[in-house]
Structures are given as structure tokens and as C-alpha cells.
């Protein structure tokens, strides 16, 4: 089982970044799917979160309407659209997956993405 992300860069303040995240299988489709990050000498902190049929979306309260994320319509990868984007945005950015709604909000999914590096200067 993988998920891979991409997507990551370098950007200006101000800018938009999009993250991609594609599991290697199909099962993936039904699980829900999410978004974290670690900035250095921070612990690891939720994102967002996007159920199997995309019904329900989640924010952490520092990316509300800022960032937007979604799911392509085979359901197995995961995007998460970033704008306005603030130098404390800056993080690892990880994908992951669990079939239950509660694990990933609460931040214990059983699947996850290798990290994909996002840089915001100012």
C-alpha cells in the first residue's frame, strides 16, 4: 500500500500550490483521505480531510478559506489546492488514508504518504 504525494515547491507569499496524492490501490477509493503537516520543531498538525464520496470536507481552522481539498473520480487520489499561501504555511506536507472518518480528523490513520516539502517566502 502507497500514497504517494507531490506537488510541493518553493513560492512567494501570496501564491497557490497543489498538492497531489495517489494511492497505489483501487480499495482507497472508499477510504477517507487527508492532509497533514510539520513545520520544523513542530509536531505534526491536521489539515484537511475529504471523505470517500467527497460529501464531507474538513479544515483546520488556519487554512479555512484559504485551502480547498478534493478527490478525482476514481476516488484514489487526493488534491489539496493552496492559496493565499503565508510563510507559516511552510511544512512537510503528508498525505494519508484510513477507513474511518474519526481516525484521520484525530490525526491516527493507518496509511501514510511519504512527505512532500512546501515553502512559502516572504
Known amino acids: 500500500v502507497q500514497l504517494q504525494a507531490s506537488g510541493g515547491g518553493l513560492v512567494q507569499a501570496g501564491g497557490s500550490l497543489r498538492l497531489s496524492c495517489a494511492a497505489s490501490?483501487?480499495?482507497?477509493?472508499?477510504?477517507?483521505m487527508g492532509w497533514f503537516r510539520q513545520a520544523p520543531g513542530k509536531d505534526r498538525e491536521f489539515v484537511s480531510a475529504?471523505?470517500?464520496?467527497?460529501?464531507?470536507?474538513h479544515y483546520a481552522d488556519s487554512v479555512k478559506g484559504r485551502f480547498a481539498i478534493s478527490r478525482d473520480n476514481t476516488g484514489t487520489t487526493v488534491y489539496l489546492q493552496m492559496n493565499s499561501l503565508k510563510p507559516e504555511d511552510t511544512a512537510v506536507y503528508y498525505c494519508?488514508?484510513?477507513?474511518?472518518?474519526?481516525?484521520?480528523?484525530?490525526?491516527?490513520?493507518?496509511?501514510w504518504g511519504q512527505g512532500t516539502q512546501v515553502t512559502v517566502s516572504s
Open positions: 490501490e483501487r480499495t482507497f477509493s472508499t477510504s477517507t
Open positions: 475529504i471523505t470517500s464520496g467527497s460529501k464531507i470536507t
Open positions: 494519508a488514508a484510513d477507513p474511518r472518518w474519526n481516525s484521520v480528523v484525530t490525526g491516527t490513520p493507518d496509511y
